[in-house]
């Protein structure tokens, strides 16, 4: 009797462990290259929005790399523009 309840709560352990390591599912951050819109006259914040979802990175340093390869952004005396890595 003493080995079945043995065996019975190890394998119980055994199936909690494999549930546990399921569902404890690691979810990486990613880094995307975010361009924002700004009125240089009031300096208030037009738009915001995320560049195209292929240029997600796994590392910030991937994607300050992309932006030093863009290089600052022209803009007209009324409004700006800025790109910066976020992460989500």
Do not use: Y
């Amino acid at each position: 009797m003493n080995k079945t309840t043995a065996s019975v709560l190890a394998l119980g352990l055994l199936l909690s462990m494999c549930t546990h390591a399921r569902a404890a599912q690691v979810v990486r951050s990613r880094w995307v290259i975010v361009l924002t819109l700004i009125d240089l006259s009031t300096g208030k914040k037009l738009e915001e929005r995320k560049l195209d979802p292929r240029l997600q990175f796994d590392d910030l340093r991937e994607c300050k790399s992309v932006l030093s390869l863009v290089g600052p952004i022209a803009s007209s005396n009324h409004f700006g523009a800025v790109l910066t890595c976020r992460k989500v």
